[in-house]
């Protein structure tokens, strides 16, 4: 008989080592624990009595049907929200407004001042908290279903947006730390990769509810070891190979894209005059995706790190006439940051990441206060779902070397990707007519003692701390209903198969190694 | 006349042009003194406004009561409202053995082959890579060098960070054997077909549970006959990886058992029952579920990662956080670490200030990057807190240490060596504040 066995102990796992055993398991209230054991004698086999079977019991419906879900009735809703009495960090002339009121009414910011009221409004008391705009990631691979194309070199006609997964956990995870919109690229296995889609956390949601609705399209780019598949054990048998040929495959696509253009204009100029026989031009989706860059309708942003390769896509760009929007990763922008200045980019890079390939060689953690220091709009952004949680600490990174001020620091992960999305008109800042897109933080939000008490989307919590403890209860409670139930259908005879883990596939940029857990797949691991 | 040196001067006085012209310091001759300053001791113990006397490269006195004589013989450190560490110690890296990890050339972390207990770190590490000064310059002073596996690995060495070749980093020579347990999980089907966006991988043929024991009793086995082999006077013919894992069998060295799942701590724990070995989990985001198991046995833990995403999808969004706590609370012996391999490590007291954050005290989660680490290595009557009789391994910064929004390390001292805090990071920041007229006035290069 085990020695330490409590008589509510349901589920029991562990290892032998001869005549003893160590173990965990869980009570029959679902409560963890761990036992040890030592073989006294072989037990005696009765046989089986019959028992009376229950009517299956269906569970709960849950948004998304997977753990952290909303069940349907407890589903967040929009409301009018008034924090009290919080440090306001407005990205706004009016800077850091201490003791300072945030209204957010029909998923808007309403009012910021001292002293506001509003009787219907849930109050939040944010006494000794701070307040902040929500947490814009320029770059990330969260809540897609498929992230490289890799095909070919040029597949501009691919959209993330048609392959989104509202149901990665990653969503929850994130709003956790106080993010409240991400921008989904597609990865960096070619040149030019596919659109990229604008995404809010609005978790529980399908794909087109997650959507950012009213943004302008953007595509990403890549250049350098990626493109050039340096990495892969494999080797790499697709044009291009070098640097050099990364250039001429951007010439090469913007002159199709430019013959294209002026097929269209010149067959939309005659189509409707007397005498027209023609015919249209071929639909070309990836050229149309090229044509949208040089009308201005598209922007790019471009994976990029090293100065020379950074300096020839300008080149191109302003030869083909069109601008790189944002430059991504830029970890060596800070060797041409008076350049993409005059260009017109924005820039989004990360801390303090360096050292992992050849082309981070020279990459420092100044980057970023350098560049902005130039004139530059600087984003930092995460790549990873895993930093993304901690965007807020990132950018107090920007201080620590290189000494920007916070106000501008915390600007670098609201504000400023908002301006290089171009939806700094609706997010990014705490301004009436803004969408209520705010965090409320435990402590100073550039701190690592800060905590998000509650992340909030258009008016709508969709992360609330305290909630977030009774959900992991629920969490648990699920659990343990469903392994009742299997260890019922086992005991009644049904046929079994060995417990296998669920492993999640995460999607990257194939970029670098992140480290994301045990049960983990890197997508891009996988060929 | 005394000699005083202010924190605020240091930096870039000096003209500097690459890091080559960094050099390790010359051994410590006048006593120095510490003063004014904060003094966190590792212990949980600090000291508000308290004095450090460094003689011969070691701490003779702490406290807040110590006289400083009028002489000129002695350097005096005001740190006036800063805060004073111990040296931080990064618990596992690679540091040394791997400069690019994209770059097969200069990867030396991985033999080939399945049982390598002789293979050993120290001899690869290189004391010039650019990456140790990065690190210095974040507080860590000392970095464990851990060769990486299959499964036996081979035997890590603590370095101290400030050295002209391995010889003189060595602080402490293959203190224990690292052993990279199989997952003991199914692992997910190769192939496109398996993986498809949401539906979960196929499992590979075979048991895997069934495979990792097997690998791991062939591990026992293999002590067993080490053992044996040990036990008789004389070989005709030597084994070499028996007689390297002598110090393992006989509790000079330390088993480093990487695993993460309770599985594979609790396959780990069947060593200190069979072998009665010093065992150390590294990894152990699970750790936390056999947290009283692990102090049973007296089994430490190094928590490779912190900045970690959960390890399932229903697992607490927090608890890589809170598996810090949760070890502390139940009295097992733990230090933290940073894996990461795109920041290599240096931000190790971040991933300990969010411990901090979440559950254990500020004091504690400096133990778990300072005297724990040392405690787990067995080298904690030589460094990890500020104590008479130790080295002068200190650090001190501006500001809390474990919170990047203060965290600013201005001096530090290895074996009572002042060492200096250029890195590549910095001279390139120089290079280009020149370039753009960032810092008109300051003169450089």
Redesign the interface.
Known sequence: MPEALPATATRLSGLVNGTSWNGTGTDSLGNPLSWTATLVKLSEIKSDSVKKKDAPAVGNVIYPMQPFGWVSDARPKQETILIKNATVWTNEQEGVLKETDVLIKNGKVAAVGKNLTEATARVIDGTGKHVTAGIIDEHSHIAAASINEGGQSVTSEVRIGDNLNPDDVNIYRQLSGGVTTSHILHGSANVIGGQTQLIKLRWGGNDEDLKFRGWTGQIKFALGENVKRSSSPLGNNRYPDTRMGVEQVLIDAFTRAKDYQKSWNAYNATKGKKGFTGVAPRRDLELDALVEILEKKRFITCHSYVQSEINSAMKVAEQMGYTVNTFTHILEGYKVADKMLKHGSFVSTFSDWWAYKMEVEDAIPYNAAIMQKVGLTVAINSDDAEMARRLNQEAAKIVKYGGVTEEEALKMVTLNPAKMLHVEDKVGSLKPGKDGDVVVWSDHPLSIYAKSLYTIVDGTVYFDRTKDEQLQKDVDAERLRLVRKMNGEKRGGAPTIPAQPSYQIMHTCSDHGHSHGLLVIDAEENH | MKKLLLAALLGFSVSLTAQETVLPAKAQTDPIYIINAIIHTGNGTVIEKGTIRIEAGKIVAVGDNIPVPRSANIQVVDAAGKHVYPGLILPTSALGLV?????RATQDAREIGDLNPNVRSLVAYNSDS??INTLRSNGILLANVVPQGNFVAGSSSLVQLDAWNWEDAAYQADGGIHVYFPSL??S?G???GG?G??G??Q?AAG?PVKEG?DKIESFKQFLREAKAYQAQPTHEQTNLKFEAVKGLLNKKQKLYVHG????QI??A??FV??FGVDLVIVGG?ESY??A??LK?YNVSVILQ?P????????D???Q?YKTAAALQKAGVLFSISD??????G??LA?NA??A??YGLSKEEALAAITLNAAKIMGVADRTGSIEVGKDANIVVSEGDI????S??VTQAFIQGRQIDLTD???L??RR??EK?E?NKGKKGF
């Not at chain 2, 993460?260 to 599985?263: D, F, R, S």
């Not at chain 2, 894996?339 to 290599?344: E, V």
Request: charged share 30%.
């Open positions: 400069e690019i990890s994209a770059v650019k990456v999980m199914a997910p190769r192939g496109r993986m966006g949401f979960g991988p499992a048991d024991l993460n799942t309770t599985k609790l396959a724990l069947d029952q069979e985001s579920q056999v009283d198991l049973k990662q900045h970690s995403l959960p390890t399932a999808e229903d607490d969004v927090d890589p894996d990461d391999s795109q920041t290599r240096k931000n971040f200030g969010t901090a954050a474990l919170d990047m929004k965290s600013n590549k990071h910095k390139l920041n280009f504040e753009y960032l």
